[in-house]
């Protein structure tokens, strides 16, 4: 079984302020895990993932996650934001090994203040 | 090359009723999955394709809800009769090859609303 927690439905930062969103995961067995984002009225799309390897992962648009196991955690950052980062953000997991069923947070919605 | 796509984008119903969902998968991908997001809650996978076999249909929440995939390629899913709870937007998305994990490529989604 697994699961995903999201600490903060929304988040709030200023342009060029550090943007750190939370994610916490529970597997029973090794864990892939993602960051997707969602536009408005767009599709959900890939930023990052970690399957196996470098824990630190870097993704589009100058994010990046750690995975940390000790704490259960792959929280995404991103040293300074812009506005149009302005965006809903899903932490996602699924197990390794090959099966595709992936299990999402319920998101994060990330505003950008001028 | 063309993403996923899905129609209708929005849709109004009434109780009772009867709403067909469509995906079209990127071309060539065997993998479909449809999920579904319920208002200020979680992404919930519903199940999975590989080619025109169902893999994984444990996310479907009862057997109101009806999915095809007609030849392996376009997939539908039916809601009969359509209930308030099912109102939701309903994700669509399609990966190449079974196996190794690969990039799950999403559609925009069907805004479900039922009165």
């Known amino acids: 079984a697994q699961s995903v927690t999201q600490l903060g439905s929304h988040v709030s930062v200023s342009e060029g302020a550090l943007v750190l969103l939370r994610c916490n995961y529970s597997s029973s067995v090794p864990p892939y895990l993602f960051w997707y984002v969602q536009y408005p009225n767009q599709g959900l799309q890939l930023l990052l993932k970690y399957t196996t390897g470098a824990t630190l992962v870097k993704g589009i648009n100058g994010f990046e996650a750690e995975f940390k196991k000790s704490e259960t955690s792959f929280h995404l950052t991103k040293p300074s934001a812009h506005m149009s980062d302005a965006a809903e953000y899903f932490c996602a997991v699924t197990p390794s090994g090959g099966y595709q069923k992936v299990t999402f947070g319920t998101g994060t919605k990330l505003q950008v203040i001028p | 090359e063309a993403g996923v796509t899905q129609f209708p984008s929005h849709s109004v119903i009434e109780k009772g009723q009867t709403v067909t969902l469509r995906c079209d998968p990127i071309s060539g991908h065997d993998n479909l999955y449809w999920y579904r997001r319920v208002m200020g809650k979680e992404i919930k996978f519903l199940l999975h394709?590989?080619?025109?076999?169902?893999?994984?249909e444990s996310g479907m929440p009862n057997n109101r809800f009806l999915a095809e995939r007609t030849g392996g390629t376009y997939s539908t899913l039916k809601v009969q009769p359509a209930e308030l709870e099912d109102s939701g937007v309903y994700f669509c998305?399609?990966?190449?090859?079974?196996?190794?994990?690969?990039?799950?490529?999403f559609g925009p989604g069907t805004r479900l609303l039922v009165l």
């Open positions: 394709f590989v080619k025109e076999s169902k893999q994984d």
């Open positions: 998305a399609s990966s190449h090859r079974q196996g190794a994990w690969e990039t799950q490529y």
